[in-house]
């Protein structure tokens, strides 16, 4: 990712917006930019894998959650946190109850229940330390799921009655974990239905 800079002929000076200046360049834009105390990011493309995981988990939500309080949404939808001013494009996302929104566009989420990324080797440090500290400033938010496209591996992340959070990890197929906000069981050999590791 990289942000938008005003080069001079000294040195180059970051430009930094107001978050009202980027929602308005973001829902003019034809590609989907992260927001962070200022500055814009790009958000690069995913790989064959990555794009397929997303579509097992989403099918396999979506299927379960039919007719039920919560909905699971993808890509396109916007996470914003107001404690640290963070924009971002979570894969997936489960939202429970009412979902509340920036402003009445609403394209722009307020209260997600359960996030989900799919890890690729360029986002991989990024989802797992500085996204996933600032996804905990999201009070609603219960639990967290990193899965990673390059190799079997799930972590799941749980918040805890203390606000603490607890990791399980998970590598083999045969394994399954529960998103327990949903009771919804995950077999890993669901999540990489399709995929072929060496």
Request: charged content about 25%; overall charge negative; glycine content about 6%.
């Amino acid at each position: 990712m990289f942000s938008f800079y005003l080069y001079t002929m000294a040195e180059p000076a970051v430009k930094y917006y107001t978050q009202e200046e980027y929602l308005a360049f973001e829902r003019e834009s034809k590609e989907r930019h992260e927001y962070y105390q200022g500055e814009i990011f790009n958000m690069s493309g995913a790989s064959y894998e990555h794009n397929l995981i997303e579509d097992n988990i989403r099918g396999t939500l979506h299927a379960f959650l039919k007719g039920k309080p919560c909905r699971s949404l993808g890509c396109n939808l916007r996470v914003h946190s107001p404690k640290n001013t963070l924009y971002t494009y979570p894969d997936v996302l489960i939202v429970c109850g009412e979902p509340k929104f920036v402003d009445g566009q609403f394209d722009t989420l307020l209260n997600p229940s359960v996030l989900i990324e799919i890890l690729s080797p360029s986002t991989a440090d990024y989802d797992k330390g500085t996204k996933f500290e600032l996804y905990r400033d999201i009070e609603s938010l219960q639990e967290y799921v990193l899965i990673n496209s390059g190799k079997v591996h799930v972590e799941l992340y749980q918040r805890n009655n203390d606000h603490s959070w607890i990791l399980t990890e998970y590598k083999s197929l045969n394994e399954s974990f529960e998103i327990k906000t949903i009771s919804k069981t995950m077999l890993l050999a669901e999540v990489y239905e399709g995929i072929t590791f060496p």
